[in-house]
RNA sequence: GUUCUAGUCU
């Protein structure tokens, strides 16, 4: 059972979903763990129809099966769907309040996503992090700032995923001054080995005006991959700097060898 | 063995 569970995710991963539900009916006994995996099967590669229909005729469900079907329509910005299964839901535990937030933040409701983050009895890195990069995908980037201010006043450890979106949103303020808090903030925490933390900061200074300190992150970082080398190249191009930037772009070409 | 946030440019 274990095997086949494991396969299941597999061929859901692939997003062969259909290979998924073979391996699944040909399963002799079917644990609860089985059914989830093959309703993830179906909810993350987007086939909620399938997925609601399975979860309907599980047998036994448990609070993981009602957040996998609430991550699934979060993803697909069905917002009225998700408040269905989130208040229909006998538990919920800190994955249905952040989905549910998600569903909020993906739909453009960040008052929404804000009234159930101040109600959520619980709240972990990834409730901050899914609040913070919501209001920077809603462009409401002063108000990522401020949160992540807050949680410092609350003394809750941000991470590279924190950090990254606070970036960002700097870099479309242009605020270069509260980036470089937040560089130093990350170099404390030894966050810049995240290549997500490298990239965000290597835009952050390109917008806000200090191209140099791009350059010096780049170079210093062993670890470059695809998205540090288009944030330099752009970088450099936004500064006019088109001579440097194509020349690196043909760097690029020799020593990109992993990308994502 | 199963569920939540994911960086650049577009």
Request: include cysteine; aromatic fraction near 10%; proline fraction near 2%.
């Amino acid at each position: 059972v274990y095997v086949q569970t494991a396969v299941i995710k597999m061929y859901s991963e692939l997003g062969l979903v259909d290979e998924a539900r073979q391996v699944f009916d040909k399963m002799t006994e079917r644990d609860l763990v089985a059914w989830n995996s093959m309703v993830v099967g179906y909810a993350s590669n987007g086939h909620m129809g399938a997925a609601i229909e399975l979860f309907s005729s599980m047998p036994v469900k448990d609070v993981l099966s009602y957040n996998i079907i609430l991550s699934g329509f979060a993803d697909g910005k069905r917002i009225e769907s998700a408040r269905r299964v989130f208040d229909e839901m006998p538990d919920r535990d800190v994955i249905s309040w952040n989905s549910m937030i998600l569903a909020c933040t993906n739909a453009g409701d960040m008052a929404g996503a804000c009234e159930l983050f101040e109600k959520a009895p619980e709240r972990n890195i990834i409730t901050w992090n899914t609040m913070i990069t919501g209001y920077v995908q809603n462009e409401l980037y002063a108000e990522a700032i401020n949160l992540f201010d807050r949680m410092k006043t609350e003394n809750v450890e941000a991470d590279y995923l924190t950090v990254t979106a606070s970036l960002s949103a700097c870099a479309h303020l242009r605020s270069l001054e509260t980036g470089t808090q937040i560089d130093e903030y990350a170099r404390n925490r030894g966050l810049l080995s995240k290549p997500h933390v490298v990239t965000a900061l290597i835009d952050m200074y390109a917008k806000c005006g200090g191209i140099k300190n791009s350059l010096e992150v780049f170079y210093k970082f062993r670890h470059k991959d695809i998205f540090c080398w288009n944030a330099i190249v752009s970088g450099l191009a936004l500064h006019g700097h088109g001579d440097s930037a194509l020349k690196l772009f043909d760097e690029m070409q020799e020593n990109c060898l992993k990308p994502d």
